[in-house]
């Protein structure tokens, strides 16, 4: 019973690092792509986020070349072809000098009664490239995150 309970302690410990599990960008957030040194990681769950809809808000910034920053777009991409739909209500893209440049995806989910979101920003100086990647999971919708961030 105790080698039990301490086995489920430590899955439910685990399943919000891997709340982005299933998905490619799952390497970024890992540190597979870029040094996990140079990420700067912000995860936050719980009641702090209730009056957002939200229940998992996971973040990683990093700054990299332009060779990852291909590498790390393409995965996010990959990502997107499981979105829900094309519809404004459920996607926002923005490209700049043929780079993906700020997107907020919302993808298909197998949980019912949640939503999940992938969002991507990259901001570029000189050869530098500053990336965040964000993933959501909760009961917002896209409206409900625009109203949140200000976006209209």
């Known amino acids: 019973m105790k080698q039990l309970l301490i086995t489920l302690v430590a ?11 299933g998905l490619r960008i799952d390497e970024v957030f890992k540190g597979n792509i870029v040094n996990e040194l140079a990420l700067q990681e912000s995860l936050v769950k719980g009641e702090s986020l209730e009056p ?8 990683v910034k990093f700054t990299t070349s332009s060779t990852q920053r291909d590498r790390v777009e393409a995965l996010f991409e990959e990502d997107m ?12 893209l923005e490209y700049r000098d043929g780079h993906l440049y700020y ?9 019912k009664g ?3 979101y992938i969002c991507y920003q990259s901001r570029t100086n ?13 009961k917002a919708s896209l409206a409900d995150l625009r109203k949140t961030f200000k976006k209209k």
Do not use: C, W
């Not at 957002?52 to 973040?59: D, Q, W």
């Open 11 to 21: 899955i439910v410990a685990a399943l919000p690092l891997s709340a982005q599990k």
């Open 52 to 59: 957002y809809k939200l229940k998992v808000l996971h973040t």
């Open 81 to 92: 072809k499981g979105r829900l739909s094309d519809d404004d209500e459920n996607l926002e």
């Open 103 to 111: 997107a907020i995806v919302q993808i298909a989910d197998i949980r």
């Open 114 to 116: 949640l939503h999940r």
């Open 126 to 138: 000189m050869a530098e490239h500053t990336i965040t990647l964000v993933y959501m999971e909760g």
